[in-house]
């Protein structure tokens, strides 16, 4: 049974950081690209980062792109994204996701692909 288990969320001001972590267990983790996600009241859930498998490739779309980090810990099961210069924008609760990949090298860019959830974990930034 693969559980996910989110952190890190919370309350910040512009222009601060926040660090999301998920870790997984039940599945090879080695074996699965991921990807963050993101979803604010009203709004449809929107990608923000993704990761393939050994961590090598990343990709961002431009709002995030500078300001967020995506990286993937094969040693300890953990999928964490650094967010620095948050802005108002932001808020929205943020979710993690794995997907079996194939190949290395692969990510996924759509929620439809991705198998497995975390539970999402809110974060706010105040003006």
């Known amino acids: 049974q693969v559980q996910v288990e989110e952190s890190g969320g919370g309350l910040v001001h512009t222009g601060e950081s926040l660090r999301l972590a998920c870790t997984f267990s039940?599945?090879?983790?080695?074996?699965?690209?991921m990807g963050w996600f993101r979803q604010a009241p009203g709004k449809e859930r929107e990608a923000v980062s993704y990761?393939?498998?050994?961590?090598?490739?990343?990709r961002y779309p431009e709002f995030v792109k500078g300001r967020f980090t995506i990286a993937k810990h094969n040693a300890n099961n953990t999928l964490s994204l650094q967010m620095d210069s948050l802005k108002p924008e932001d808020t929205a609760m943020y979710y993690c996701?794995?997907?079996?990949?194939?190949?290395?090298?692969?990510?996924?860019?759509?929620?439809?692909?991705?198998?497995?959830w975390g539970q999402g974990t809110q974060v706010t930034v105040s003006s």
């Open positions: 039940g599945l090879t983790f080695d074996d699965y690209a």
């Open positions: 996701a794995a997907v079996r990949a194939n190949n290395n090298g692969q990510y996924f860019t759509s929620s439809r692909d991705y198998t497995f």
């Open positions: 990761i393939d498998r050994v961590g090598t490739i990343r």
